[in-house]
């Protein structure tokens, strides 16, 4: 297959797709497919309460469907092997792996016991490794789950996360350090997705050598931050690792919302003006990265807005008022963003877009 | 509104280009939300608390006389005055923010679920070592949560041996112990009350939503977690109290999970806990905030929960029994069908119609 750039080649995809699948297509879908340039995919809740992941155009349009067991939360992507990997919402158990080109019997994998997932999880870039977020819940202490992509995702090895409240994890290029976002909060799936201790969180961002698992560099925020929860990633050119947070703490304080680290430097968190993190709503529930153009995209849903930043300087390009913003990913050009209101791009949909999209690149 | 320290700093930035005009993810009238805000503190919350915490206070002095003079009498009435202070927590239990979920206050009432059986081995311990800080409320309270909540005090008065307070000697260790419980709750109790209760503090947060409010910046903020109370609260029942010990026909059953299974409170607590979300959304007045057509879901919900309050009562309160017979199960089915309907009810029909739509239960720390 071919791969140009950050997006999939149409004539590659239907090729690679083969005549049974875009003949199963409704009319309307095979139109979609063969305008697009782009191709994402995002859970979805549909009209009836059932839910399920869809691929979906550049313009927002969907493409395919896959149903699923429960409701999902994270995604990731292998280019290497056209593996995509759905991530139960916390606290569920279930991931889903499946071919978006439907080559390959989709895969469910269950978390051990005692464990649930967070809803993350990453791909090493051979496609070779899993890399899931998971709960310790008895140990009260984050864990990376390791998955065998090349034996039908057989867990081989867990690594610690060297934090509580596990959310977004992501692979450098080069495969070789995992990157944690510990969002700080305890949870526990007795309590379903109540939060356990508000009043003593502990976020913090955690590289880890991806071989060994050992510690490469762990940031904590100060105490004044102890109530930010960082909580989702992504990476930038030069090894720049994005983060995005969540203020637990006081509506009418103006937290840092956004902010990068580097290996071997210190966090750096990004100062946004202050009708920016008013319209964010003290709260980003995705980040993403175009590299191409040097952007970041963050949405908040409960601000109802999604922002646009230069990667290079962290300055606002762009604000846009999306009611209920959900998801956010590099687009051919600019930012793709989508809502809980069904809102994808330029297309409206009869679902709700669920919390994250991912680009198949 | 107080910009937090960062730091280190990243550039300072130019402005930024504005799309749109903005415009708040929903619009909510301000004098309604206010009305069902207050509504919902003063009617429902504040009392809430105010009874649990007059209830616990009872137990302890009905608890006092048993220790004074034990007899069958006294006895069952300490045992009757559990019932009543566990069934008005369950009323004021759905409410899950807020002062009772910082400082481990609610673990402190309610240590639940316990798989591994923490309190009843801890509650144990103290029984066998007849450890006499165990005994004053005060240093009761700095012990582990699993030894003074409504869990401990069950076993203390339901447990193995528990009969012997109607026989024991005058003040034996296991009613002082008892004793000294029900006053641990009851200072938590008073302690929650007592944040509620005071005029600049999180009362006057949740009934004047607004831009330098620590808790809501809009009246969508507000409604926001009011509704949460409900629908979280309906997860709970479900989830917590009745899924723990039965999930379905096929999984496995854990009796001795549920809550209460010793005094045989399981059911009245879930039939509290259900009272609970029906009075909170009839006091509050939610269905103020819907328009005209879509009122009707504030009674379709009502009548949804009094079901689910009618099967739940209708369930043998001898769980062996209700997970072992067919006729009890479908009972139970019934009931997390019913539990089911009420969630999606409360998200959809009633989040929906304020304009939360979907996004409202996705917001949540993800």
Same mark, same amino acid.
């Given at each position: 297959m071919v791969w140009r750039g950050e997006t999939i080649d149409r004539r590659a995809f239907l090729k690679a797709a083969g005549v049974a699948f875009t003949a199963a297509l409704a009319p309307g879908s095979l139109q979609a497919l063969e305008r697009t340039d782009a191709v994402y995919a995002s859970g979805f809740r549909a009209p009836d309460g059932s839910f399920g992941i869809a691929t979906v155009s550049e313009r927002g349009e969907i493409i395919d469907r896959v149903a699923l067991p429960a409701r999902a939360h994270g995604l990731a992507h292998s280019a290497a092997t056209g593996r995509i990997v759905a991530f139960a919402r916390r606290p569920g158990t279930f991931a889903m792996i499946f071919d978006a080109l439907r080559q390959a019997e989709p895969v469910i994998i269950t978390a051990p016991e005692g464990r649930h997932f967070y809803g993350h999880g990453h791909f090493s870039p051979d496609g070779s490794r899993l890399y899931a977020s998971e709960n310790d819940f008895e140990g009260n202490r984050g864990m990376i789950g390791i998955y065998d992509a090349t034996d039908r995702f057989q867990r081989i090895g867990e690594f610690d996360a060297h934090g509580l409240g596990t959310h977004d994890m992501t692979v450098s290029d080069d495969g070789s350090m995992l990157v944690i976002a510990n969002g700080g909060i305890e949870t526990h799936p007795d309590f379903g997705r109540t939060k356990l201790n508000l009043d003593h969180m502990e976020p913090s961002l955690v590289l880890l050598? /991806?071989?060994?698992? /050992?510690?490469?560099q762990k940031h904590a925020l100060p105490p004044s931050l102890s109530q930010l929860s960082t909580r989702h990633l992504d990476i930038g050119d030069n090894g720049r690792i994005w983060f995005a947070c969540q203020w637990e703490g006081a509506r009418n304080e103006l937290p840092p919302l956004a902010g990068w680290i580097s290996k071997g430097e210190d966090i750096s968190l990004l100062d946004l003006p202050e009708e920016t993190t008013v319209r964010l709503g003290n709260y980003v529930g995705a980040i993403a990265v175009n590299r191409r153009e040097g952007l970041v995209g963050l949405t908040s849903p409960v601000g109802g807005a999604a922002v646009t930043l230069d /990667?290079?300087?962290? /300055?606002?390009?762009r604000e846009e008022i999306v009611r209920e913003a959900a998801g956010v990913a590099p687009a051919p050009s600019g930012i793709a963003v989508s809502s809980y209101d069904g809102h994808f791009n330029a297309t409206e949909n009869a679902v709700a877009w669920d919390q994250h999209i991912i680009s198949l690149k | 509104m107080r910009k937090l320290f960062v730091a280190s700093l990243a550039l300072l930035m130019p402005a930024a280009v504005l799309a749109q005009e903005p415009a708040p993810a929903v619009t909510l009238p301000e004098a309604k939300v206010k009305a069902v805000m207050t509504a919902a503190v003063d009617g429902f919350i504040k009392p809430g608390y105010d009874a649990f915490a007059a209830s616990a206070a009872s137990t302890t002095k009905v608890v006092g006389v048993l220790c004074a003079s034990p007899s069958k009498a006294n006895y069952e009435a300490a045992q009757d005055a559990f019932r009543d202070t566990a069934k008005s927590w369950a009323h004021i239990e759905?409410?899950?923010?807020?002062?009772?979920?910082?400082?481990?206050r609610f673990e402190r009432i309610l240590f639940y679920p316990d798989r591994k059986s923490t309190g009843l081995k801890q509650v144990q311990a103290v029984l066998s070592k007849s $450890?006499?800080?165990?005994? $004053?409320p005060k240093t009761l309270g700095t012990k582990s949560v699993a030894t003074q909540g409504l869990g401990a005090l069950e076993y203390l008065l339901f447990g193995a041996d528990a009969q012997m307070l109607a026989t024991a000697e005058k003040d034996s260790f296991r009613c002082r112990y008892a004793q000294a419980v029900a006053g641990n709750i009851a200072n938590v109790a008073e302690e929650v009350l007592g944040i509620w209760d005071a005029p600049d503090g999180i009362r006057k947060a949740w009934e004047e939503p607004g831009p330098n409010n620590p808790a809501f910046r809009t009246g969508g903020e507000a409604m926001t977690a009011l509704l949460g109370i409900l629908v979280h609260g309906a997860e709970a029942v479900r989830d917590q109290r009745i899924e723990t010990f039965y999930k379905g026909p096929d999984k496995a059953k854990f009796p001795k999970q549920a809550l209460f299974w010793r005094s045989q409170n399981t059911w009245p607590s879930v039939i509290a806990n259900i009272d609970g979300l029906k009075t909170l959304l009839a006091t509050s007045n939610m269905g103020d905030l819907l328009p005209e057509k879509d009122k009707p879901v504030v009674a379709t919900i009502d009548a949804q929960l009094t079901a689910m309050a009618t099967t739940a009562g209708s369930v043998t309160p001898d769980l062996e029994k209700a997970v072992a017979d067919e006729g009890e199960r479908q009972k139970l089915d019934t009931l997390l069908a019913e539990g089911k309907d009420v969630i999606s009810k409360l998200n959809d029909g009633y989040g929906g119609a304020i304009g939360l739509s979907s996004g409202f239960s996705f917001a949540d720390g993800d």
């Open positions: 050598d /991806a071989r060994s698992g /050992a510690l490469i /990667a290079k300087t962290g /300055a606002v390009l | 759905i409410v899950r923010t807020g002062p009772i979920i910082e400082q481990n $450890d006499e800080s165990a005994t $004053d």
